[in-house]
């Protein structure tokens, strides 16, 4: 399937497989440049259509402990739900049917299946669920006199990092179950392999499917030739292969008052992009540092309330939503810089359809959403939430300029 290495500070990354203490094998992408190591989980949501409003209440009061526990995970760094729409393996839904054939079937039962299986994969839409984290690697060893571990001395940082993932990963795929996620599994190398290649080159998504539908092993790709065999990033979209991606960046909302399905929108499949991933980063604040933020922005609320003369309603709420945060801060809930990032993957001649498709969901999303122009590139590889990678290490800005101090 080629051997092209992935673009920019990808190429240098590193895939391994290690083993949990349950026997489930797993994969662990690593940049050695910047110490960080990134485990993927993928997710089956039933959805909510046959959700009552208290079963949502309850998955989403579970979702947000769970986010919150992610805190207090040693070493790590951020967590990336991505949510992708793209077409749907025809070949496995005829090779379930063709299966269960049978030769005494009417010849007319089979005139109807041959054209439901003919009609069915032209406008069905799949939809796939990732989970990943990113940690660092961990700090030194020290000696019981507080002296460093000699370097030789040290356990290797990936065995080390593998380890602990192995006793953890069990415990946080249960977490995950109650919050409406499905089946959890871990990804191995082959799934991550198989998720950015079909990224790069969406064509090869039809070759997995026909191997699958076969029974067949997927084809054999190292992960030095995932890459795509071609790409330019240009002002307002991404180039690759015979595809260009578009990927815009949340900015806020349009309104205050969000819904459980304010998203939706967004989220379902639409027939006017090819592929379309929603991708949300979470980047959980240090215990330490939640409480200054959080009364640092009630301090700021009540300030700006105060030295109005005519106080309007949107300030009056900002203090409420800020005193909230407080609250819920003190409750030992987490703080958390979150992102968004909406990518739309269409053939290179219909880009112009990409451009429209986002620009209109997003309203109804109640979202406000950013082109990333001059920047196509680096969303992109952000949206693809299986390589976790995190694009704020690899600025040359101070950190104070970073942060705004």
């Keep these: 399937?080629?051997?092209?290495?992935?673009?920019?500070?990808?190429?240098?990354?590193?895939?391994?497989?290690?083993?949990?203490?349950?026997?489930?094998?797993?994969?662990?992408?690593?940049?050695?440049?910047?110490?960080?190591?990134?485990?993927?989980?993928?997710?089956?949501?039933?959805?909510?259509?046959?959700?009552?409003?208290?079963?949502?209440?309850?998955?989403?009061?579970?979702?947000?402990?769970?986010?919150?526990?992610?805190?207090?995970?040693?070493?790590?760094?951020?967590?990336?739900?991505?949510?992708?729409?793209?077409?749907?393996?025809?070949?496995?839904?005829?090779?379930?049917?063709?299966?269960?054939?049978?030769?005494?079937?009417?010849?007319?039962?089979?005139?109807?299946?041959?054209?439901?299986?003919?009609?069915?994969?032209?406008?069905?839409?799949?939809?796939?669920?990732?989970?990943?984290?990113?940690?660092?690697?961990?700090?030194?060893?020290?000696?019981?006199?507080?002296?460093?571990?000699?370097?030789?001395?040290?356990?290797?940082?990936?065995?080390?990092?593998?380890?602990?993932?192995?006793?953890?990963?069990?415990?946080?795929?249960?977490?995950?179950?109650?919050?409406?996620?499905?089946?959890?599994?871990?990804?191995?190398?082959?799934?991550?392999?198989?998720?950015?290649?079909?990224?790069?080159?969406?064509?090869?998504?039809?070759?997995?499917?026909?191997?699958?539908?076969?029974?067949?092993?997927?084809?054999v790709s190292l992960w030095s030739s995932v890459g795509p065999s071609g790409a330019v990033a240009e002002w307002d979209h991404y180039r690759h292969g015979q595809y260009a991606s578009v990927t815009w960046e949340f900015t806020g909302f349009t309104t205050a008052t969000l819904t459980s399905k304010a998203l939706l929108p967004l989220l379902e499949a639409n027939d006017d992009v090819a592929i379309k991933r929603v991708t949300i980063i979470v980047r959980p604040v240090p215990p330490e540092q939640s409480s200054q933020i959080v009364e640092r922005n009630h301090n700021d609320a009540e300030a700006r309330l105060g030295d109005a003369k005519k106080p309007t309603a949107r300030q009056r709420r900002a203090v409420r939503d800020a005193d909230k945060a407080r609250q819920s801060e003190a409750d030992g809930y987490a703080v958390a810089d979150v992102a968004l990032l909406v990518t739309a993957t269409v053939p290179y001649d219909q880009l112009s359809r990409a451009h429209a498709a986002v620009s209109r969901l997003a309203p109804s999303a109640r979202l406000h959403m950013r082109l990333m122009y001059g920047q196509q590139d680096i969303g992109f590889a952000a949206s693809i939430g299986v390589l976790g990678v995190v694009t704020e290490s690899y600025l040359t800005l101070s950190p104070a300029l970073i942060n705004g101090v």
Excluded: N
Aim: glycine content about 8%; proline content about 6%; charged content about 30%.
């Design 1 to 219: 399937m080629g051997s092209h290495r992935l673009p920019a500070v990808l190429a240098s990354s590193t895939l391994a497989r290690w083993v949990t203490a349950d026997g489930d094998e797993f994969s662990i992408l690593r940049y050695p440049s910047r110490g960080h190591h990134v485990v993927s989980l993928r997710a089956r949501p039933d959805g909510a259509a046959l959700l009552d409003t208290q079963q949502v209440d309850a998955q989403v009061d579970v979702w947000g402990d769970w986010l919150a526990s992610l805190a207090y995970e040693e070493g790590l760094v951020q967590g990336v739900v991505t949510i992708e729409t793209s077409p749907d393996g025809g070949p496995l839904m005829q090779r379930a049917v063709r299966c269960r054939e049978s030769a005494r079937a009417h010849s007319l039962s089979k005139a109807w299946m041959d054209e439901v299986l003919d009609q069915y994969p032209r406008g069905s839409k799949g939809v796939s669920a990732t989970i990943t984290l990113t940690l660092r690697d961990p700090d030194p060893e020290h000696q019981a006199d507080g002296r460093k571990v000699r370097r030789s001395d040290r356990q290797d940082v990936d065995e080390l990092i593998a380890e602990r993932l192995a006793v953890r990963l069990p415990h946080i795929m249960d977490d995950l179950a109650p919050t409406g996620a499905g089946a959890v599994d871990l990804m191995m190398a082959d799934d991550v392999i198989e998720v950015v290649k079909s990224a790069y080159e969406p064509d090869a998504r039809g070759i997995y499917d026909e191997a699958r539908a076969r029974g067949e092993d997927p084809p």
